[in-house]
């Protein structure tokens, strides 16, 4: 067809000719263009799918073989003719149609999209799902998502359709489960499963889940941007509280609440399509995620999911800002909130849930030990000076350090001088005295683990031995260095 493409343009080039209009439409057209001209695979086509044979085969059966016998068709035809018609198939279509679709076809084919009838656009998506002109289902799958693509601009009603076919595509072929990324909102589901697997899940996938799905968006808020570790350590908290609130006083779980109930499901895949389904299946499973999944038993598919819709909570999105408003009174954010939520319960939970981790906190700071460098080369002179105090003249001559320390020159530290602290010196002085040295410890919000192995690893140097030890639980003195360990704490 091409070398008659080239004569017609040849001819058209005569000056005696090409200057002249002589109507609306080319003087000279290709044979394939003349009105009553029909491709030859057209006529075997009307011809041989009118026979008797195929009167008993079912409207998708009929379809599928069809589209198998006109797969690898080209055409190109310059008098389109409209077609409408609500499930369309070849059968309905007279040869003005069917030469009208199979250019298009072979436009979009080449990546060339151009406005036509609905119901051409929704006939090559009926042959993309029944894989009819591609490899594999796969290159099916891609296919239907650059229609997709490359004629959304020009309709967008076939978003609907192509969203359900895609992701249908993928779970009955069995195609690899990241192509169904943008098509199911696969990062909500994800999201949606940290919170209903909330026991086995850290905080920081439960604050990630909750900003996700919370119509109220913490990353927004300006006190959590300040305290961004607190609030998400306590958001976690809250909604762990909250899950097992329910859990144990509600009727419904707290994932009931939110997701709605898991179901399983008969499926019937591309069931609003024309599509030819032979009904044999062996028993297989697909698995988007863990709550997600398709599985075959005797011949029949069936679903096994939450029916996510996608959309922000706006119940969750209210205990979160609650949560951010009683931080905010909690920890004197010049920006207060004002109350919104509804239920006393939640509110109380929340606030006991914020009071407890703003202790726990203070405890764990209490707990810090805090070592002074400053303070160590004053040690290691008053060392020094009870070290050339206990050696003898012996020693002197030699020049060696004593290996004992002789008890009676201890006493004379005093408080000043000593290694230990304020508080270290008060709980030896309990200990030694019989005191109770865990009130004192927990007075202080001390751990008596913490200040006894204190104690012995600042006198380590001047006893060489450890001077409290433990027996069973109880920390006690070792009665050979009681009356040195006194002297220390000016007993």
């Given at each position: 067809m091409g070398n008659v493409n080239d004569i017609i343009e040849l001819v058209m080039a005569d000056s005696k000719i090409g200057g002249k209009v002589y109507s609306d439409e080319p003087i000279i057209r290709t044979a394939?263009?003349?009105?009553?001209?029909?491709?030859?695979?057209?006529?075997?086509?009307?011809?041989?799918?009118?026979?008797?044979?195929?009167l008993g085969y079912s409207n998708s059966k009929k379809f599928y073989v069809m589209g198998k016998f006109m797969e690898d068709f080209q055409d190109d035809y310059d008098r389109p003719k409209s077609y409408f018609c609500y499930f369309p198939t070849y059968s309905q279509m007279d040869v003005k149609q069917l030469r009208t679709y199979f250019t298009w076809r072979t436009k979009v084919r080449k990546g060339v999209f151009v406005e036509t009838s609905l119901s051409y656009v929704y006939l090559y998506m009926?042959?993309?799902?029944?894989?009819?002109?591609?490899?594999?289902?796969?290159?099916?799958?891609?296919?239907?998502?650059?229609?997709?693509?490359?004629?959304?601009?020009?309709?967008?009603?076939?978003?609907?359709?192509?969203?359900?076919?895609?992701?249908e595509m993928v779970i009955y072929y069995g195609l690899p489960v990241g192509l169904l990324d943008g098509i199911i909102d696969l990062e909500y589901e994800n999201a949606a499963n940290a919170l209903i697997d909330y026991e086995n899940r850290s905080d920081d996938e439960l604050y990630s889940a909750i900003a996700r799905i919370s119509s109220y968006d913490p990353e927004k808020s300006a006190f959590c941007k300040k305290n961004h570790e607190d609030f998400s350590a306590?958001?976690?908290?809250?909604?762990?509280?909250?899950?097992?609130?329910?859990?144990?006083?509600?009727?419904?779980?707290?994932?009931e609440r939110l997701f709605g109930l898991r179901l399983k499901q008969r499926v019937y895949f591309f069931d609003d399509a024309v599509f030819f389904d032979n009904g044999s299946y062996p028993d297989c499973e697909y698995i988007v995620n863990e709550n997600h999944r398709y599985f075959c038993a005797d011949g029949k598919y069936f679903s096994d999911k939450y029916e996510f819709t996608g959309k922000k909570?706006?119940?969750?999105?209210?205990?979160?800002r609650e949560t951010d408003r009683i931080m905010?009174?909690?920890?004197?954010?010049?920006?207060?909130?004002?109350?919104?939520?509804?239920?006393?319960?939640?509110?109380?939970?929340?606030?006991g849930e914020v009071k407890s981790f703003i202790e726990e906190k203070k405890q764990q700071e209490a707990r810090i030990v805090r070592i002074d460098p400053s303070l160590l080369s004053g040690i290691r002179?008053?060392?020094?000076?009870?070290?050339?105090?206990?050696?003898?003249d012996e020693d002197m001559s030699d020049d060696t350090e004593a290996s004992e320390v002789i008890p009676g020159e201890i006493s004379g530290i005093s408080d000043e001088s000593s290694p230990l602290d304020e508080n270290e010196r008060e709980f030896l002085r309990l200990m030694l005295l019989g005191g109770d040295f865990s009130a004192f410890a927990a007075e202080r919000q001390l751990m008596v683990s913490v200040l006894c192995d204190c104690i012995n690893e600042k006198l380590f140097e001047l006893f060489g031995d450890t001077v409290i030890?433990?027996?069973g639980d109880e920390p006690s003195i070792i009665e050979d260095y009681e009356e040195e360990l006194k002297g220390i704490v000016n007993l």
């Open positions: 394939s263009n003349l009105p009553n001209f029909v491709p030859e695979r057209i006529t075997e086509f009307k011809e041989h799918f009118s026979e008797r044979e195929y009926y042959e993309l799902i029944n894989l009819i002109g591609v490899e594999s289902a796969e290159d099916g799958f891609l296919a239907l998502k650059r229609l997709y693509e490359g004629y959304c601009n020009i309709d967008k009603s076939i978003k609907r359709y192509y969203r359900k076919w895609a992701a306590v958001t976690a908290a809250v909604y762990r509280k909250w899950a097992e609130y329910c859990g144990s006083r509600c009727k419904r779980s707290l994932s909570s706006s119940e969750l999105g209210a205990v979160i905010r009174v909690e920890y004197g954010f010049d920006k207060p909130l004002s109350s919104e939520l509804d239920s006393k319960t939640l509110v109380k939970l929340i606030t002179q008053d060392a020094d000076i009870i070290r050339d105090k206990l050696m003898t030890e433990y027996i």
